[in-house]
């Protein structure tokens, strides 16, 4: 298993903007596919966004498409979600997940296939 430890949460307004970012301590970050998943109390732990190991492909909600991106720098083992136009709705922790991949292309969406999980961040967005 991976350690990942996200940040770059917090409280906002409807319509702004956050980045959260996840750091990896695995030397061989290039062979894992990411994901950030949400989750409310509660609640399920939702799919939000995937990427695979060269950031290639990517994947998303359709809750998110269009106004979330994920993306990751190899060199610095990090994984980031810029998330713009920010809804209520959208308020959740926010949890980094990795998993090794035998395939440099594919984006994994179900929860299942990851293995390494963060703590979470916390992202709140009042109305």
């Known amino acids: 298993q991976v350690q990942l430890v996200e940040s770059g949460g917090g409280m906002v307004q409807a319509g702004a903007s956050l980045t959260l970012s996840c750091s990896a301590d695995?030397?061989?970050?290039?062979?894992?596919?990411m994901g950030w998943f949400r989750q409310v109390p509660g609640q399920e732990r939702e799919f939000v966004a995937s990427?695979?190991?060269?950031?290639?492909?990517?994947a998303y909600a359709d809750s998110v498409k269009d106004r979330f991106t994920i993306s990751r720098d190899n060199a610095e083992n990090t994984l980031h979600l810029q998330m713009n136009n920010l809804k209520p709705e959208d308020t959740a922790a926010y949890y980094c997940a990795a998993r090794t991949a035998p395939r440099i292309y594919t984006p994994y969406e179900s929860e299942y296939a990851y293995d390494s999980w963060g703590q979470g961040t916390q992202v709140t967005v009042s109305s």
């Open positions: 695995e030397r061989t970050f290039e062979t894992l596919a």
């Open positions: 990427i695979s190991r060269i950031g290639a492909f990517t």
